[in-house]
């Protein structure tokens, strides 16, 4: 319970840091998009709190209504999530964007690129220091080992196949249309369906894919990152 506390704390800080800050040209984001941030962060927490204490019931239920739609379906939308297909896609797409003259298209898959790459390092740094052991080892929701030695069993916590296909759709979704949303979303019920995952896995995962995809595709200045004397531009 100290680990899930410490989460929604996390996502409360979030929130809560952006409540009463002016808006300016200094700003990431404007005023709504502040306030969407906020409740986006603050509804993550309260699902994810749940969804952590509930997992175990979840998974039950999952298992016992289990049919062949569910297999079809989620056998496809589980490849949503897949980082050969998606960076493959994304690749695409800015070529094309560049060579089609189409900057629209071009600067969002860029922002896509850079969302993936954010989102890379925080779930691999996520699990391997949480080490949560996946639902099919019937060790339980509640099994932690962190630091595994590249065990794949023992890297659940956060689902990365639910943020890599959210960090890589939600500019998309941002600028053409929220009802690319969807595919993302069955990417993230696919992990949970094919047992890969606790509902609050991707809960988290689709949080951070989202949270860096949306923070690319509307950030409003330039970020800039030393390193030993060398500066990046995000």
């Known amino acids: 319970m100290r680990f899930v506390g ?16 002016e808006q300016d040209s200094s700003s990431l984001f404007n005023r709504e998009e502040k306030r969407f941030v906020q409740s986006a962060s603050l509804t993550a927490a309260f699902v994810f709190t749940g969804a952590f204490m509930g997992d175990g019931v979840l998974r039950t239920w999952n298992l016992e209504n289990q049919g062949s739609f569910g297999d079809t379906f989620f056998r496809y ?33 860029w922002n896509a ?29 509640r ?32 600028k053409y249309s929220r009802w690319i949303y969807l595919l993302p979303a069955s990417t993230a019920f696919a992990r949970v369906y094919k047992d890969k995952h606790w509902v609050s896995d ?16 509307h950030k409003n200045q330039h970020l800039e990152v030393g390193l030993n004397g060398v500066t990046i531009y995000f």
Request: hydrophobic share 45%.
């Open 113 to 141: 690129a850079k969302s993936i790459v954010s989102m890379a390092l925080i779930t691999e740094g996520l699990k391997r220091g949480l080490g949560r052991a996946r639902p099919y080892t019937e060790k339980g929701p």
């Open 77 to 109: 939308s589980n490849r949503l999530g897949d980082k050969k297909l998606v960076l493959s896609l994304n690749a695409a797409l800015m070529a094309t964007g560049y060579l089609a003259d189409r900057p629209g298209l071009f600067n969002t898959s």
């Open 202 to 217: 991707v809960v988290l995962g689709s949080t951070i894919g989202f949270l860096t995809g949306y923070f690319f595709q």
């Open 143 to 174: 099994h932690f080992n962190p630091f595994p030695p590249n065990r794949h069993a023992f890297k659940s916590l956060p689902s990365g196949h639910a943020s890599l296909a959210f960090a890589f759709f939600t500019p998309f979704a941002e």
């Open 6 to 21: 410490f989460l929604s704390l996390a996502f409360m800080l979030l929130s809560s840091s952006m409540r009463g800050q």
